[in-house]
């Protein structure tokens, strides 16, 4: 298995951690603010991190590796910050559909970044794979076709989720993958402690399924998860990673029916379809077989 391939299932395995966790995360906010959460759950992944690489990780200490891991633990705590606020006035499915909309733009913000356009297998990928998503989160009904506050709200979080993505890919070569995993994550967990006590009254109650919920997330989707990025996006693209982040609804039904024998129904079955055939048109690039500067 090659670097890339490597970096790719990686990516697949942090989609099928954030995917098993929405459920955990959902239940425990009824117990605790959303920004205390996120302090306690960035907090914890920052020792977790300190401890596994004995301080800051590799350097240069530099202060371009330093800015490069407060800029992208500033677009993952902005992500996470609007897409808990726009979740707590829009639907679970709108919430999902929208935070989806970070593959589109990342691509177009790669192209700013890097200077060089999207190559039309890209550009088709990702919009057969927010069609895909749309058919498996928006299922009708009242409300699916309006825009509200916590759509803005959520459109903003994937917009600084493909900025993380982005910002990352372009670090991720230049730093070592410690210091950007530990930096990222400290950063978010200082703007979290530095916010959660103004932004809205903190509130817990420290039932197990908070606690839990902390310890999983925490360990798992946050210290684990953000490591794993750090070192995959060396070896794949920004657009590569947020298709496959795409996977995540895929994941979450499979899983629904091997755990709870909930059966696919034949829109969001398409819809999945529409999601890998995307994933395949970046990966494989039927369109555009010239080679690519950044894989």
Known sequence: MSRSQAADAALVWNTIVWGSTFVLVKNALAGISPVLFLALRFSLATAILLVLFRGLGKGPYTGRSLAAGAVTGTFLFAGYLFQTWGLRLTSAPKSAFLTGLNTV??????????????RRSELLGVLAATAGLALMTLQGGAGSGSVNRGDLLTIVCALAFAAHIVTLGHFSEQVSFELLSVMQVGVAALWSLALFGWVEPPHWQWRPSVVYAILITGVLATAVAFTIQAWAQQYTTSTRTALIYMLEPVFAVITSYLVAGEGLSARAAVGAGLILGGVLLVELKPLNPRPHPFG
Do not use: E, Q
Not at 106 to 117: D, F, T, W
């Open 105 to 118: 733009m990342v691509p177009l913000l790669a192209a700013l970044v890097y200077k060089i356009k999207p």
